[in-house]
């Protein structure tokens, strides 16, 4: 039951995470959210198996911070990325009159 609560927690954190970032219309509305679930369900599996009580203090800590932290970097690097290359794809048919490849 406990997990079920962590990954909701990281589907929240990646919600959180989706608004608070620019480049919202680069990316799925979805994506943070889901990659905040998997990572909260990951990083809990791996404490407990690695001994951590569920009602422990720290396992929470660390399932949702890493679950807030995993989701900004990704999409920070993704709004970057998509960025740059629209930026890129834009000077191209800019350049060539505005004929694409």
Do not use: K, N
Not at 82 to 99: C, H, K, M, N, Y
């Amino acid at each position: 039951m406990e997990l079920l609560f962590a990954v909701l927690g990281g589907i929240i954190c990646g919600a959180v995470a989706h608004v608070v970032l620019p480049w919202r219309s680069t990316r799925g509305q979805l994506l943070a959210p889901a990659v905040g679930g998997v990572t909260a369900a990951v990083l809990w599996e791996a404490l407990t198996w690695a001994g951590w009580r569920y009602d422990g203090t720290w396992i929470w800590v660390v399932a949702l911070v890493g679950a807030f932290a995993v989701p900004l970097a990704v999409e920070w690097l993704l709004g970057r990325r998509r960025t740059a290359q629209d930026e890129d794809w834009f000077e191209t048919v800019r350049s060539r009159g505005g004929r694409p490849a």
